[in-house]
């Protein structure tokens, strides 16, 4: 299977994705609005120190602008440009022309000052200058807790959500007599690795492991346990007070879809049969090997199972006259020489495809088992 394909698997889409992820976005931005709002960008030092340096040039200067001494003012502004915090110089006569200029002139940050003499205007002076080292440096304090912020956002959010959800699903605690776990009936649906000779023992156990994700995920849909039968295959118990026989069809189906769509090495072939839990499926957590062996003949399974076509169901005869007429319709009677030996007066049915409507169905539910789109 495809990595990206694994990825989408593990990490796939449900109700509360949205959710997560706009809260989790909402508390990043408040975060950083916090921690960046009303930051000091140096504007008001610089208006200071413009307006301050222009006064004070246009007061020193004022006879040198009257009597319009143009060497002796340009020798001033190229000293005064040399600092790095100053980006141009500009002396005006009294006529507003230009008498001197040194450096650049940056109408964004110029500094305007009147010169005069016992109340006389004799010029002006324009400072401009460099707006980037008024610009105060980021404190590595605010990278770190920004950084902090957009890590811890998304954990926090997640446990945040998980611990409303598990409130909203509390229940009074009564105590209750235990009591010993009862049999119950159940859909047995064994599945048979096909091509077992095939794959090497490493390549076994990934298949079954491929075979055991997908089938926890269809009993997540259909309440049963999925167990695995060592390298031969594995089985899903569906419980029958939880799914009816149509359901464990289309179990069956839905599981066979689920590995095509997987890519697993893996091939299998499913028989899909009854049987009689020794625990409720849907309310236990595990059932070994040994413990379905005392109810099933699992041998004889997984070969019924094996001659089973590839993405069609076989059942039994049990789980056939369970199904509503109209469902009996989607299958035929199953016949192969082997029966004849291996279980002489049980019958067979298969179902190759269902109809559009459920056919549909199945699809949709396998898009939210992967959490995307499947071809139809």
Request: hydrophobic residues 45%.
């Amino acid at each position: 299977m495809g990595p990206l394909k694994r990825f989408r698997t593990k990490f796939r889409a449900s109700r509360v994705t949205l959710p997560a992820a706009a809260t989790a976005t909402a508390i990043s931005a408040l975060c950083l609005l916090a921690i960046w709002f009303e930051r000091p960008d140096g504007q008001d030092e610089m208006d200071r120190y413009g307006q301050a340096l222009a006064t004070t040039l246009a007061d020193t200067t004022a006879p040198q602008l009257l009597n319009k001494q143009r060497i002796t003012l340009t020798v001033i502004a190229n000293r005064l440009t040399t600092l790095e915090e100053i980006a141009g110089i500009a002396f005006y006569d009294a006529d507003n022309e230009l008498m001197a200029l040194s450096g650049v002139q940056r109408s964004d940050a110029d500094y305007r000052a009147q010169a005069t003499i016992d109340d006389t205007p004799s010029g002006a002076v324009t400072v401009s200058l460099a707006r980037d080292i008024f610009a105060p440096a980021i404190p590595w304090s605010l990278l770190f807790l920004s950084a902090l912020a957009l890590l811890m956002t998304p954990p926090i959010t997640v446990m945040a959500i998980q611990f409303s959800t598990r409130g909203n699903r509390s229940l009074p605690i009564v105590s209750v007599p235990n009591e010993p776990a009862q049999e119950q009936p159940a859909y047995l649906l064994t599945v048979k690795l096909h091509n077992q000779r095939s794959l090497n023992q490493q390549e076994q156990r990934q298949a079954i492991e491929d075979a055991l994700t997908m089938g926890r995920e269809v009993c997540a849909l259909y309440p049963g346990l999925a167990l695995t039968l060592q390298e031969r295959g594995l089985a899903l118990l569906i419980s029958k007070a939880e799914a009816s026989s149509q359901k464990a069809l289309y179990a069956s189906f839905l599981f066979q879809r689920l590995l095509t769509e997987y890519e697993t090495q893996g091939e299998f072939r499913c028989l899909l049969s009854a049987a009689i839990s020794p625990k409720d499926p849907a309310e236990t957590t595990s059932i070994n090997a040994s413990t379905l062996e005392a109810i099933t003949n699992v041998e004889q399974n997984l070969t019924l199972a094996s001659l089973a076509k590839a993405d069609t169901a076989l059942m039994t005869e049990e789980v056939f006259d369970e199904l509503s007429e109209d469902e009996r319709h989607w299958a035929t009677a199953f016949a192969h020489p082997i029966l004849e030996d291996l279980a002489p007066e049980a019958a067979f049915y298969t179902v190759t495809s269902l109809p559009q409507e459920q056919q549909t169905l199945i699809t949709e539910q396998a898009q939210v088992v992967l959490g995307f789109n499947l071809g139809g």
